[in-house]
């Protein structure tokens, strides 16, 4: 440090120990800013990051599905493309439904290494049991391969997703539908598909309540035992795509369906409309949180204003001996940094503690309890600091401006 850097450095502490009400006030006033800022950011982006993680990990990344997005042209328009011939009241060509050629699709979609892709078949049925009815999803899958595409194994209350391949007829349904039926595990009950097939199932595990993207009317079979029991053999009508990088999702979405036709989502464009919800309540957290800033920056302006009017001859008197107008400018401007720079280390350790209060907090959800998500990460830390030391250089520097006008001769004279 200059000699002269050290000079503006002592008399900048010297102000702001000679006052130190004001001193202590713009100090506080800053570290309850910063303080309350990390605890807000904390639970907001904590609770945004918690979110889209389950979010993303309560399905594939990506869902290839046996919908066309543009249906095949008929084969009239295409042979007279162009000419005096019009089309009308023709049908189509019923369709068995289901991803032609899965297989190579299911190969195609795993190159990309880390990406692992699971096919399954859904489909309706009946459950009957003593009279009653009751509808039901069907999923067909093979539980080896979707246990790690997605989170169902991390949802059952009762049983495994593996016990699929040991029991025979094996069904995995949802608390509430079992408590409807008067259903517990190992308890056998009825199934009857659209075509008229019927077989008997056995409950081998239940979901847990109010789990996200699984309704109370699915359930999960093995795949080629729900191919025989919807008459679709070797069938498969969706394909789940898991990424080792789930923010490639889009890209790899749109290529696979460039390139078979089948809609393909990635989980950016079924979420599409919550995530811009996000965004929003983004820009909502940083205005009021930015705007506690911006008010404990006030205090640093009500101290140095008043450093710099109650030390009008002092400024005079360094004028005298040399000081440039901005040096003088820099003093204040010194006196307002030290002041943000205090009040940061101290609200970070405000925030810190109201953090790991929040953070001890447990609430019960869904029968069980459960802590605040915080993100204790330093990019908050970060934040909160640039933006208070910018308000609080901002803040001294304007009224450091006067300290430049000042007229060291008029002062001296005692004109003033």
Known sequence: MSGRAALLFGIATRHLLGRRRQTIVAIVGVAVGVGFFLAVSAMMMGSQRDFID????????????DELRSPPAQPGTVVYRGGAVVLRGYKTRNEARGLRGWRLILDVASL??????SPSLTG???????????ALAIVGVEPGLETRVSTISDRLRVGRLS?????????????????????????VIAATSPTGRTRTLRIVGLFKRGQAGLTDQAGYMLLREAQSLLGRPFIVNRIGVRLADPNQADRLARDLEQRFGYKAESWQ???????????????????????????????????????VIDKRRDIAI????????????????????????????????????????????RFPIADEAETLPLDRGIRQYMIAAAASLLAGAVAAWLPARKSARVDPVDILRGAI
């Open 54 to 65: 389950r979010l993303i990990d309560a399905a594939p990344h990506i869902v290839i599905s």
């Open 112 to 117: 990309t290494p880390g990406t692992i892709a």
């Open 124 to 134: 309706g049925v009946t459950l009957r049991l003593g009279g009653r009815q009751e």
């Open 163 to 187: 016990d699929l391949e040991t029991v025979q007829g094996g069904l995995i349904i949802g608390e509430e539908l079992a408590t409807r039926l008067g259903l517990n595990p190992g308890d």
């Open 269 to 307: 464009a079924r979420s599409a409309d919550l995530l811009s919800l996000l965004v929003t309540r983004n820009v909502i957290m940083y205005s009021v949180v930015g705007a506690i800033l911006l008010v404990a920056s006030f205090g640093i302006y009500t101290a140095v204003s008043n450093s």
């Open 318 to 361: 360094l004028r005298a001996i040399g000081l440039s107008a901005a040096d003088l400018q820099l003093l204040f401007v010194t006196e307002g940094l030290l002041l943000a720079i205090t009040g940061v280390l101290l609200g970070w350790l405000l925030g810190y503690g109201l953090m790991e209060v929040l953070g001890s907090l």
